[in-house]
């Protein structure tokens, strides 16, 4: 099964930045990939996602503008560019991959779409 392995979070300011990625032991990312997180008490939800192929990339509401999902040319990792941190963006980060239609757009409301998660990486935004 895949194994993934997200890092670079971390306690920020509010209006700060962090650089969250995601890798696979060992193997290419042929995956879509998507970004959630889950706030304490809160259920866990889907913020982006990006196509295997690069080409299909989304962002729920709530972060659009503010952060951006990339993957390297290599199919390496996955990064997600965080900007503009607010205090309700605190939460467990976690990256997950699902393998699908390369062609069809990524996805990202339904976590129980994706069939491989990494163990999560805490990302805390606090003055």
């Known amino acids: 099964q895949l194994q993934l392995v997200e890092s670079g979070g971390g306690l920020v300011q509010p209006g700060g930045s962090l650089r969250l990625s995601c890798a696979a032991r060992g193997v290419t990312l042929d995956y879509d990939i998507g970004w959630f997180r889950q706030a304490p008490g809160k259920e866990r939800e889907g913020i982006s996602c990006?196509?295997?192929?690069?080409?299909?990339?989304l962002y729920d509401d709530s972060v659009r503008g503010r952060f951006t999902i990339s993957r390297d040319n290599f199919k390496t990792a996955v990064y997600l560019q965080m900007n503009s941190l607010k205090p309700e963006d605190t939460a467990v980060y976690y990256c997950a991959a699902l393998r699908r239609d390369p062609f069809r757009p990524c996805i990202f409301r339904d976590p129980g779409s994706y069939t491989s998660w990494g163990q999560g990486t805490q990302v805390t935004v606090s003055s």
């Open positions: 990006i196509s295997q192929s690069g080409k299909s990339i």
